[in-house]
């Protein structure tokens, strides 16, 4: 197998290849998803709420997806491992590069965050710098308590004018792919062939160039909330109860 590399995605686009993509935010994760064979994996600042118990992404610091990017990257061989700057770690350009830095030494081979047109002067000092960027368009978590909760994007004419110079922004200015969050499918697929990046849908349809989906959606892992695009592949959670119960009861009649 191949090491994956942001030229190695690009070079997708237009094909029949899909990108396979899932969060990690830890070493055996990371290291079960790379030997299974995802293409990449995403340091997301979901870890707020799926790792953490945080009500959304906005608490999330820096040192958190340091901390989380260290583990995963211990467990990666062949995927591109991308890290999310998090709220307000890039709200200039100087600052966007140098919390980049932070994610690359710390082992990642990318880092994203939210946003196009407003942010394109950091996306050009990211990937001017020579650090590989991953787009992030559509609903955007960081965002949640202004928006007052999650919304599909695209719905009108003129969101979906948006949404295509949002993605011409990332484009322009040197991202290798783009993560198109709850649009419209009809939308999105209208940036999936207007652009000549990879689009890696998540709540957007089948006709992106990939998919990417939270770790613990996908195998059951936080059945406390389960978003409406995410189809269950497991259920870990009900296999930890109960192997806990087993260990319970084991236990609790040794003593007895």
């Given at each position: 197998?191949?090491?994956?590399?942001?030229?190695?995605?690009?070079?997708?686009?237009?094909?029949?290849?899909?990108?396979?993509?899932?969060?990690?935010?830890?070493?055996?994760?990371?290291?079960?998803?790379?030997?299974?064979?995802?293409?990449?994996?995403?340091?997301?600042?979901?870890?707020?709420?799926?790792?953490?118990?945080?009500?959304?992404?906005?608490?999330?610091?820096?040192?958190?997806?340091?901390?989380?990017?260290?583990?995963?990257?211990?467990?990666?061989?062949?995927?591109?491992?991308?890290?999310?700057?998090?709220?307000?770690?890039?709200?200039?350009?100087?600052?966007?590069?140098?919390?980049?830095?932070?994610?690359?030494?710390?082992?990642?081979?990318?880092?994203?965050?939210?946003?196009?047109?407003?942010?394109?002067?950091?996306?050009?000092?990211?990937?001017?710098?020579?650090?590989?960027?991953?787009?992030?368009?559509?609903?955007?978590?960081?965002?949640?308590?202004?928006?007052?909760?999650?919304?599909?994007?695209?719905?009108?004419?003129?969101?979906?004018?948006?949404?295509?110079?949002?993605?011409?922004?990332?484009?322009?200015?040197?991202?290798?792919?783009?993560?198109?969050e709850l649009i419209v499918p009809s939308v999105a697929a209208e940036i999936t062939r207007s652009i000549s990046i990879p689009t890696?849908?998540?709540?957007?349809?089948?006709?992106?160039?990939?998919?990417?989906?939270?770790?613990?959606?996908?195998?059951?892992?936080?059945?406390?909330?389960?978003?409406?695009?995410?189809?269950?592949?497991?259920?870990?959670?009900?296999?930890?109860?109960?192997?806990?119960?087993?260990?319970?009861?084991?236990?609790?009649?040794?003593?007895?």
């Amino acid at each position: 197998m191949n090491k994956i590399t942001p030229d190695i995605i690009r070079s997708w686009k237009g094909t029949r290849r899909r990108i396979a993509a899932l969060t990690a935010y830890d070493f055996p994760t990371a290291r079960l998803l790379d030997e299974a064979g995802i293409d990449l994996l995403l340091v997301g600042d979901s870890l707020g709420m799926t790792v953490l118990g945080y009500p959304d992404t906005t608490r999330v610091q820096m040192q958190d997806v340091i901390h989380h990017t260290r583990g995963a990257a211990r467990g990666v061989s062949w995927a591109l491992l991308t890290a999310d700057l998090p709220i307000h770690s890039y709200d200039c350009p100087d600052l966007a590069v140098r919390n980049s830095r932070y994610l690359i030494d710390a082992g990642a081979h990318a880092v994203k965050l939210e946003g196009g047109q407003a942010c394109s002067a950091q996306i050009r000092a990211i990937t001017q710098a020579g650090i590989p960027f991953l787009g992030h368009i559509g609903m955007l978590p960081q965002h949640v308590l202004e928006e007052g909760g999650y919304r599909t994007k695209g719905r009108t004419a003129k969101e979906r004018s948006f949404l295509l110079d949002e993605a011409r922004a990332v484009e322009e200015n040197g991202g290798f792919a783009l993560v198109l969050e709850l649009i419209v499918p009809s939308v999105a697929a209208e940036i999936t062939r207007s652009i000549s990046i990879p689009t890696i849908g998540i709540g957007s349809g089948t006709e992106c160039d990939g998919q990417i989906l939270v770790f613990h959606d996908l195998v059951g892992y936080f059945p406390w909330f389960k978003p409406k695009h995410a189809q269950s592949e497991g259920n870990v959670a009900e296999e930890i109860r109960k192997a806990a119960r087993a260990y319970i009861d084991r236990t609790r009649g040794d003593v007895a």
